[in-house]
């Protein structure tokens, strides 16, 4: 418990924007039911994904964004690689815009599947250079 008077830390909050009313089919994409605790723990045990789906969790600005949005210094292939594996693995539904592809969390089927390991990528502090 604080000390009388201290102040509370506040847990960060995720932005939940409504789904536009026309959306492009996803890419393929696991089942609910196929989502596998230890494929989602291990595509989520790279530093940069999981700060991709941290970013999308906190920080978006409208329902789902490009690579480019993200402004990670990698090379272009290198960013498609890391979505890929994290559209393979279930954490995010990608969708194709003309020449671009934009992301966001499947949250409410990791919610379904395994409660509380969105709030445990939320409560993640990356580490500092």
């Given at each position: 418990?604080?000390?009388?008077?201290?102040?509370?830390?506040?847990?960060?909050?995720?932005?939940?924007?409504?789904?536009?009313?026309?959306?492009?089919?996803?890419?393929?994409?696991?089942?609910?039911?196929?989502?596998?605790?230890?494929?989602?723990?291990?595509?989520?045990?790279?530093?940069?994904?999981?700060?991709?789906?941290?970013?999308?969790?906190?920080?978006?600005?409208?329902?789902?964004?490009?690579?480019?949005?993200?402004?990670?210094?990698?090379?272009?292939?290198?960013?498609?690689?890391?979505?890929?594996?994290?559209?393979?693995?279930?954490?995010?539904?990608?969708?194709?815009?003309?020449?671009?592809?934009?992301?966001?969390?499947?949250?409410?089927?990791?919610?379904?599947?395994?409660?509380?390991?969105?709030?445990?990528?939320?409560a993640w502090?990356?580490?500092?250079?």
């Open positions: 418990m604080p000390p009388k008077g201290a102040a509370t830390p506040t847990a960060p909050v995720v932005r939940d924007l409504p789904e536009p009313p026309v959306l492009p089919e996803p890419l393929p994409e696991p089942a609910i039911d196929d989502l596998r605790l230890e494929t989602v723990l291990g595509v989520l045990s790279d530093p940069l994904r999981l700060t991709i789906v941290r970013k999308l969790l906190l920080e978006r600005e409208q329902f789902d964004h490009t690579c480019g949005w993200f402004g990670l210094d990698r090379p272009k292939s290198s960013l498609t690689h890391h979505f890929k594996a994290l559209r393979e693995a279930g954490v995010i539904r990608q969708r194709q815009y003309g020449l671009e592809r934009r992301s966001h969390v499947r949250r409410a089927d990791l919610d379904t599947r395994f409660p509380g390991l969105l709030d445990l990528v939320i502090t990356p580490a500092t250079r």
